[in-house]
């Protein structure tokens, strides 16, 4: 009986613990988040759609916006949520877009999340996607895009590192393929040295060594 009680004192204790910490946690994160308000929002030419927006809060390096597109009319509708971010003084920092398909009298929710530094402001605007530019040749990279058409002036959308095209080299799976591209033209390389090359390559490096020293080993 005596173990049954110490058993249930250290198990309450213990889910005391988590609940207190769940708390704990909850409540730091959610004070590390400051709410947003939009600047502007505007259905532009899709008059028939409802923007609900619903909450916004933005930390010093990410954030997220929430909001409810509805379908008023019969009719299906197809358009672009655009969304800008901007900084605390007021400069555009950011623009995600996002392909929007609704259904006659269909409701969708949506949860934007980003990454940016000291985000304050945001504005939701529906456009058609025809008013989406090409961004093909935008990199982002670590959070600053990069328009290889003009990298300070020159165009580097045709260069390639080892097969694989520049704009494409910051996925995992494209810098390993060059990676492996480069390990093989190197082996290749190499294979196609004679004897005599690797010869007199090893008798430069030890004719250029110091007088006493051979490699760390052999004091001469």
Known sequence: MKRMRTFLIYALMLIG??????????????????A?????????????VEIEMGDARAASTNGSISFKLKNTSDEPQDFVAKVNLYDDRGLLAATDYFDVH????????????????????????LIPASEVPDKSNIIDFFGYEF????????DLTNLSLFGVPLKDLLTWENAKNAARSGWDW???????????????ATGIVIWNLPARYLFGIFPL
């Open 186 to 200: 190197i082996k290749v390389f190499l294979a196609r040295i004679p004897w005599w090359g690797y010869a007199i």
């Open 17 to 34: 613990f988590i609940f207190l910490s769940r708390v704990l946690e909850e409540g730091l994160i959610e004070n590390m988040y400051e």
């Open 147 to 154: 328009d290889m058409t003009d990298f300070f002036g020159m």
């Open 36 to 48: 947003m308000v939009p600047k502007s929002v505007t259905a532009g030419q899709y008059g028939d």
């Open 102 to 125: 609704l259904g006659p009298q269909e409701e969708k929710d949506f949860n934007v999340k980003f990454k940016g530094n000291n985000i304050a402001s945001y504005d939701v605007e």
